[in-house]
Antibody
Framework: QVQLQESGPGLVKPSGTLSLTCAVS?????????WTWVRQSPGKGLDWIGE???????NYTPSLKSRVTMSVDKPRNQFSLKLSSVTAADTAFYYC??????????????WGQGILVTVSS | QSALTQPASVSGSPGQSITISCTGT?????????VSWYQQHPGKAPKLMIY???SRPLGVSNRFSGSKSGNTASLTISGLQAEDEADYYC?????????FGGGTKLTVL
């Protein structure tokens, strides 16, 4: 069963860049799954940020598209999220997840434990 | 795409059944069988409970079931137990983008 683990700074200064990494175990990042980032502001619901395939093809939510970059590191079996020009509104728990998608099925079978990132000076 | 619509809260007594609805559009919930449901306990990551509208992953209790009619999907939990108290999120996938519902807080009275 795939396991995911987020890592990165828990505190980022306003206008800075949030950088997180998700280590994948139990599956190859070169599989057909898509690798996803979801965030959750404290006390709020889940917000889809975007996804990336092993080939580097990425889809981002329109509201963050100008500030988001995702990448894949095949040798290390991990993928990453960068979010630039952050503000307090970007303070949230950030989860990485794997998306299994076929012609008849799409769902997120695996999630990381989440990491709280606070934007503050 | 806007978030899927869920009731903010539902409640039930132990042993009872409850249903949580998830309303989307013909472009997401109504157009594909890509509806999934996630359970989230406080401070924990979401956990897959239902996928493909009504399929259960191995290890998930058969007290959890899913269905869909038109643009609305539903999650039913029968024989409520105290451990079921959590937040529940529906999800769909369309146009190369994931969509989540706003979440429903289930309280077991």
């Amino acid at each position: 069963q795939v396991q995911l683990q987020e890592s990165g700074p828990g505190l980022v200064k306003p206008s800075g860049t949030l950088s997180l990494t998700c280590a994948v175990s139990g599956a190859s990042i070169s599989s057909d799954n898509w690798w996803t980032w979801v965030r959750q502001s404290p006390g709020k619901g889940l917000d889809w940020i975007g996804e990336i395939s092993h080939s580097g093809s990425a889809n981002y939510t329109p509201s963050l598209k100008s500030r988001v970059t995702m990448s894949v590191d095949k040798p290390r079996n991990q993928f990453s999220l960068k979010l630039s020009s952050v503000t307090a509104a970007d303070t949230a728990f950030y989860y990485c997840a794997t998306l299994y998608c076929s012609s008849t099925s799409c769902y997120y079978p695996g999630w990381g434990q989440g990491i709280l990132v606070t934007v503050s000076s | 795409q806007s978030a899927l619509t869920q009731p903010a809260s539902v409640s039930g007594s132990p042993g009872q059944s409850i249903t949580i609805s998830c309303t989307g559009t013909s472009s997401d919930v109504g157009g594909y069988n890509y509806v999934s449901w996630y359970q989230q306990h406080p401070g924990k990551a979401p956990k897959l409970m239902i996928y493909d509208v009504s399929s259960r992953p191995l290890g998930v209790s058969n007290r959890f079931s899913g269905s869909k009619s038109g643009n609305t999907a539903s999650l039913t939990i029968s024989g409520l137990q105290a451990e079921d108290e959590a937040d529940y999120y529906c999800s769909s996938y369309t146009n190369s983008r994931g969509i989540f519902g706003g979440g429903t807080k289930l309280t077991v009275l």
